[in-house]
């Protein structure tokens, strides 16, 4: 079978390693993809939100199945497009990855439905969002209403800070059209989970937990990124806790966009705070996180383009998803300076011994100029440049792992935080 997937990151190249797995996918391309996965994939250079050319490559090869994985084109109608042409996906279709396209859309759905989150406003004048700041309890989170790369999202710990990330957002259009409308919500406090999950619209199959790393330096301290490194499964994800989450949030997350008209089939992931009044949602994304998919797919023992098609096809309930019952852990390593400006264009050096244990995701391939038949270098072209992970029969070991990986790769201003899994030693001594 043909198979591609859209999008160019770690968490596609995650992807591809696990679908290569299946001997029935003849033909894998990823869309954009990037220098790093090109020896796992047939990487092509359309965009992911180019969807008329998407569109027209599936056509012209013929593909038979797509797997469409960041969230710009879900919300943008990827799935809808590639469906109209005939061809089955793995992913929501438009008006269901609006559950991640609108915190707007998903704050009020979760009210509606009584789904546990944080109190919140939303608003759509800056006046308006200012005046209620004035008497606001700080801390506070401001949050972008549509898709900021992960970065949309500002814990303000002053009333000061409030004003500004608002400000910021509405006025000066920090995040362009995603921060026109905003959500002012309380502050929740406890740790944090994600669980990603396969669902078909009928079934939902939680995979294993994980724990994120989202500010930029040691000891949860610097901006936020889009992730810093991972481990799974989270420790302070208990049985109990598990069943509570699928019986108070999953299933009815899954009821409430049935409801709605709006079957969600693909991947669900739902960001948790585990506060001392129960679990309560944070935000939902429409795909695979990442770097959570980077644990999370390691553990799968299941196979992986089963499941997905599985989903597609609504046989979610007769198909076996299991996990192993061993740990993971992701390290990113990236440019010096990220989340903010960073330069790129180094070399990037990956032995052959450790090169299944990464996933790349910031990368190109600059073609060797000599006629000597030399390899292209492999260099960096974005924030996280790539991830390390290891799995291990205990976390610790998993995390001692994933550094030994991160310590043998090596590139010009690289840098990574060092205490990846600390909380979850501390959380499971």
């Known amino acids: 079978m043909k198979v591609m997937v859209i999008g160019g990151g770690g968490r596609e190249h ?5 679908l290569r797995e299946n001997p029935e996918i003849t033909e894998l391309y990823a869309l954009p993809g990037n220098g790093g996965m090109a020896e796992d994939a047939t990487c092509v250079p359309i965009g992911a939100k180019d969807i008329p050319g998407i569109t027209a490559f599936a056509k012209e090869k ?46 009020n759905l979760m009210k509606k439905y009584g789904i546990p989150t944080a109190a919140y406003e939303t608003f759509d004048r800056l006046e308006d969002a200012l005046r209620y700041l004035e008497t606001a309890p ?24 409030a004003v500004t990330a608002v400000t910021e957002m509405m006025q000066g259009r920090k995040f362009g059209a995603s921060g026109e409308r905003v959500v002012i919500e309380e502050y929740l406090e406890g740790p944090e989970v994600s669980v990603l999950s396969f669902t078909d619209g009928k079934t939902l199959v939680p995979m294993v937990s994980s724990m994120d790393h989202k500010r930029a330096l040691d000891g949860d301290r610097g901006l936020n990124t889009g992730g ?42 739902f960001g948790l705070m585990l506060t001392k009044n129960g679990p309560k949602v944070i935000e939902y994304n429409c795909r695979f996180g990442d770097p959570e998919t980077q644990v999370v797919l390691p553990l799968l023992e299941s196979d992986l383009f089963t499941v997905m098609r599985a ?95 991160a310590d043998r790769v090596s590139f010009s201003n690289a840098y990574c935080r060092r205490d990846i899994g600390r909380r979850a030693l501390e959380a499971g001594a």
């Open 138 to 161: 700080v801390p506070t989170v401001i949050k972008a209403d549509g898709l900021a790369l992960g970065k949309g999202v500002i814990i303000a710990q002053t009333r000061e800070e």
């Open 311 to 405: 989903v597609t096809e609504g046989r979610l309930a007769e198909t076996e998803v299991r996990f192993s019952d061993r740990h993971a852990c992701c390290v990113i390593l990236a440019s010096e300076g990220y989340p903010g400006s960073y330069e790129k264009g180094f070399p990037i050096s990956i032995p052959a011994e450790v090169r299944n244990s990464v996933y790349v995701a910031g990368a190109k391939l600059i073609p060797s100029e000599s006629e000597s038949g030399a390899a292209d270098t492999l260099v960096t072209s974005g924030g996280r440049v790539l991830g390390c992970v290891a799995t291990a029969d205990s976390l610790e070991n998993a995390i001692r792992d994933a550094y030994a990986v």
């Open 14 to 18: 995650a992807v591809i390693r696990k």
């Open 62 to 107: 013929r593909i038979d199945y797509a797997v469409v994985t960041p969230d710009d084109p879900l919300v943008l109608g990827c799935v809808d497009a590639l469906e109209a042409a005939g061809v089955p996906c793995f992913g929501p279709r438009a008006k269901a990855a609006i559950i991640e396209g609108s915190k707007v859309f998903a704050k």
């Open 228 to 269: 810093m490194g991972t481990i799974a499964p989270n420790p302070y994800y208990t049985p109990e806790i598990a069943e509570r989450c699928m019986r108070e949030i999953f299933l009815p997350t899954i009821a409430a966009m049935n409801a709605e008209g709006r079957t969600f089939q693909g991947c669900l992931y």
